[in-house]
């Protein structure tokens, strides 16, 4: 009961203070032994000090984990084992055979089956204007508690290096977002393993845990990174289902989930110009470094005082958005594409040629994107047909 009282408290918290006060009314705040090292490493500030240097770009990290959660649950539910022979062999089949996408193309899909695919990963954004905070909740795999040392927080893992149809890969990137974190770089994480793949149907509590930095201490000349697992326990309780799910704007926690996992970054320093409604600057950033999602990803706008036509969208990435709007802004006979071959090495490349000011919408300064397995990974600037 007093373990899912805290955890119902963090999730409703929209401040860093907020979440430092009610650890401190639990007794874990300034017990340093209630903390663990992230990925079992004391010096883990020269890798998760070290990851993405756009807010934006961190977030999508979060995104891509979730949609890998939702791919792997409908993997492991099926009965496949996700790194062997008989799971798909790309992302593409996975979509064609887990959701029966033509192609394995969100384009393909009309957009009342998009909007039902996005009831899998919603992006939710709550607190106030200038300091939101965002929730990532997916309805993927989910975790049992005794698992996340070596799933949330493990670093340098291999966890997803042998499935062939998941978009990431190296088990770091899910950590770049800890830096634009308040000033304590505060996470909560909250996770339960889905029903149709747990081992022990009896024994499937939640978990949850916070992960704070902490400045140097002792000798030691840099942060260090740190979860809290009480008596090398990670924090559980047992309900059928969390209030995890905005109702209607501008009400945040109201809808059941059952099982998946949610993250919440607390204070989260998105940069002053993708603070505004959600669904406006924040959604093409992410358009655009997200430009072939495996999945469509709901965004609610949950802060209050604005007002909009619509408090939350479906995001599908770029390809889909020029796919959908082209005949109004891209000219004929584009896009084009075709492959490229340097250095032994092969690309495929894709050309839009937009029409004058149509393109202010889908970016900004970018003139030339590079991306691997669907998300950014570069960019080169328009100057460059210059």
């Known amino acids: 009961m007093e373990n899912e009282k805290l955890c119902t408290k963090l999730l409703r918290s929209e401040?860093?203070?907020?979440?430092?006060?009610?650890?401190?009314?639990a007794g874990y705040w300034n017990d340093p032994s209630a903390w663990k090292y992230y990925g079992d490493m004391e010096n883990n500030f020269s890798t998760i000090g070290n990851q993405q240097r756009s807010p934006a770009a961190a977030l999508v990290e979060k995104l891509i984990n979730s949609v890998d959660a939702v791919l792997i649950k409908e993997c492991l539910s099926r009965g496949i084992h996700p790194e062997?022979?008989?799971?798909?062999?790309?992302?593409?089949?996975a979509l064609m055979d887990f959701f029966g996408i033509r192609e394995g193309k969100l384009s393909n899909v009309e957009i009342y089956e998009r909007g039902l695919?996005?009831?899998?990963?919603?992006?939710?954004?709550?607190?106030?204007?200038?300091?939101?905070?965002?929730?990532?909740?997916?309805?993927?795999?989910?975790?049992?508690?005794d698992d996340f040392p070596d799933t949330f927080f493990s670093l340098n893992r291999s966890n997803k290096l042998r499935i062939p149809f998941v978009q990431g890969k190296f088990n770091m990137g899910g950590t770049g977002v800890l830096q634009f974190c308040g000033e304590r770089n505060l996470q909560l994480v909250i996770s339960r393993r889905h029903k149709g793949i747990v081992n022990k149907a009896s024994d499937n509590p939640w978990g949850f845990s916070v992960v704070?930095?902490?400045?140097?201490?002792?000798?030691?000349?840099?942060?260090t990174y740190k979860?809290?697992?009480?008596?090398?326990?990670?924090l559980r309780?047992?309900?059928?289902?969390?209030?995890?799910?905005?109702?209607?704007?501008?009400?945040s926690y109201i809808y059941p989930l059952e099982s998946g996992t949610v993250?919440?970054?607390?204070?989260?320093?998105?940069?002053?110009?993708?603070?505004?409604?959600?669904?406006?600057?924040?959604?093409?950033?992410?358009?655009?470094?997200?430009?072939?999602?495996?999945?469509?990803?709901?965004?609610f706008e949950r802060r209050p005082g604005y007002r909009a036509h619509s408090y939350d969208s479906v995001l599908s990435g770029l390809s889909v958005r020029l796919e959908e709007d082209?005949?109004?802004?891209?000219?004929?006979?584009?896009?084009?594409?075709t492959r490229l071959s340097l250095m032994g090495q092969s690309m495929s490349v894709s050309v839009f040629a937009f029409k004058e000011g149509a393109d202010e919408k889908y970016k900004k300064d970018e003139g030339i994107i590079f991306t691997v397995n669907g998300q950014t990974q570069g960019s080169l600037s328009k100057a460059f047909f210059t």
């Open 84 to 93: 062997s022979s008989n799971a798909p062999s790309d992302i593409s089949k």
């Open 227 to 234: 979860y809290l697992a009480p008596n090398d326990r990670i």
């Open 117 to 145: 695919l996005a009831d899998n990963i919603s992006l939710i954004a709550t607190g106030d204007k200038k300091n939101p905070s965002y929730t990532i909740v997916d309805r993927g795999e989910g975790q049992y508690p």
């Open 212 to 223: 704070r930095r902490e400045d140097p201490s002792m000798g030691i000349r840099s942060s």
């Open 15 to 25: 401040s860093e203070h907020e979440v430092i006060s009610y650890l401190e009314d």
């Open 326 to 337: 082209k005949r109004e802004n891209v000219e004929p006979g584009f896009p084009s594409s």
């Open 263 to 299: 993250i919440k970054l607390f204070d989260y320093q998105i940069g002053p110009s993708l603070r505004t409604v959600a669904l406006l600057d924040l959604y093409n950033s992410l358009s655009l470094l997200l430009p072939e999602v495996a999945l469509p990803i709901r965004v």
């Open 237 to 251: 309780f047992y309900v059928d289902s969390i209030a995890a799910l905005p109702g209607k704007y501008p009400r």
